[in-house]
């Protein structure tokens, strides 16, 4: 037979790790197509220390330039699944088909919209480099412009930062966040205050009480504001109303509520389960042994699991195996849950961590959590390291760079092709 084509749509934890898997798999005998937006793999959970200048933007961006795969920069269009063709359009709108043997969805998910007045125009969203970009310039310029001002009200409005959403996300956000604006604000004479909020009983929801309790005792103790069973009713340029009633004068809104799956998946005619697509145990979709799905675009039966980097990469590498089984190289094996614990990422010494269920803090969680990244990282571990280490030792540089505008990172559901920690 033909040389088969594997089509992989999505370079996020899942695609990218099949894509790996794929090409030690195939040696040459299968063509190994990867359709993606960018040209980079991005490990979101280095994400907050990119936004507070700890790590620059290129550390955690990994060239998609694999041996032996070949990359399609663009966005997935129309699936032809009768046909075995999908559509697709570059960055400068060109458009193409192509077919393919067996098809690999791994699209990833982007960020969670609710029906909230003002969101859409006036939070910062945080799935992406040209956000966390665009957030690091805006905290910066907030501090800066406070200190110009003679209104005590509005110095007081720039220094307020609210974070909706207290998982992942937005609790390093927050922890990171206010380590960066207590140093760009100390000789100014001002005071910055950090609010994160979330509709849930505790930060850090789905993870171990432990671990809730160590982030929450960190955020506390740098000031930061913890509203539990509270959120966001309405946003405007000049602050938001909370659902408690409270009104915060504030610029500043950074939306981390959650994320969900890519819409691409509701427009393919298969049957989903809270947006996700329903596969077997196998991570084939149901009456289509040449169509898989991973990571945040696949509902694996039993219970849904999070959508996390160390799940989507555990599915990815299975989705290789099972696909290679189809040729018959090797055989098919079936999903298992696992949870091998969880990395959270607080800031300056702090973190909080519980490998195989033992809860850390303190030195020993920040060494884990560290180590746990290094090893993660498909590249740029030495740099990365590097950046680690002069930041232990050098301040910080507190410049606006222009990279990123507000237009250039707008709030919107688009998919981020990646997963938390």
């Known amino acids: 037979m033909p040389c088969p084509r594997i089509l992989i749509v999505g370079a996020g934890f899942a695609g990218h790790a099949a894509a790996r898997r794929l090409l030690r798999i195939a040696r040459g005998r299968a063509e190994i197509v990867l359709l993606n937006p960018t040209d980079y793999f ?6 907050p220390e990119v936004a507070t200048g700890v790590l620059e933007p290129r550390r955690i961006s990994v060239p998609l330039a694999l041996p032996g795969v070949r990359l399609l920069l663009g966005h997935a269009g129309a699936f032809d699944l009768d046909a075995r063709t999908v559509r697709w359009a570059d960055p400068e709108g060109r458009r193409g088909v192509i077919g393919y043997h067996r098809l690999v969805l791994a699209p990833g998910s982007g960020n969670k919209l609710l029906p909230v007045p003002g969101v859409t125009e006036y939070a910062h969203g945080f799935r992406g480099l040209a956000e966390a970009l665009h957030l690091r310039d805006h905290l910066i310029r907030q501090v800066e412009l406070a200190a110009q001002s003679d209104d005590p009200v509005e110095r007081q409005a720039r220094c307020t930062f609210v ?6 996300g937005g609790t390093e ?8 604006t207590a140093a760009l604000a100390d000789g100014r004479s001002l005071q910055p205050r950090w609010l994160i909020l979330d509709t849930a009983d505790r930060v850090l929801p789905t993870l171990d009480p432990r671990l809730s309790r160590t982030a929450a005792q960190v955020l506390r103790h740098r000031g930061v504001q913890v509203l539990t069973g509270t959120g966001v009713a309405e946003a405007g340029p000049d602050g938001v109303r909370l659902t408690n009633g409270e009104s915060v004068p504030t610029r500043t809104l950074v939306w981390c509520v ?6 691409l998946v509701a427009g393919l005619g298969l049957a989903t389960r809270d947006g996700r697509l329903i596969v077997d145990e196998f991570l084939n979709v149901p009456g289509r042994p040449d169509v898989f799905a991973c990571g945040d675009a696949a509902a694996v039966p039993g219970a849904l699991t999070g959508m996390t980097a160390r799940h989507a990469v555990r599915q990815g590498r299975l989705a290789a195996g099972n696909v290679a089984a189809s040729y018959g190289h090797g055989r098919r094996r079936s999903y298992r849950h696992r949870d091998p614990g969880f990395v959270v990422d607080l800031g300056g010494r702090s973190a909080a961590a519980d490998p195989l269920g033992v809860p850390l803090r303190g030195a020993a969680a920040k060494l884990v959590t560290r180590g746990h990244h290094l090893m993660s990282l498909p590249g740029n571990r030495v ?13 910080r540089r507190p410049v606006q760079l222009g990279l990123a505008r507000g237009g250039a990172a707008p709030l919107t559901a688009r998919c981020a092709s990646g997963a938390a920690s």
């Open 383 to 395: 740099r990365v390291g590097a950046d680690w280490m002069l930041d232990a030792v050098l301040s």
């Open 258 to 263: 959650g994320v969900r799956p890519e819409p």
């Open 173 to 180: 956000v927050a922890a990171q966040g206010a380590l960066f």
């Open 42 to 47: 991005l490990y979101l959970p280095l994400l």
């Open 163 to 168: 974070v909706a959403g207290a998982g992942y």
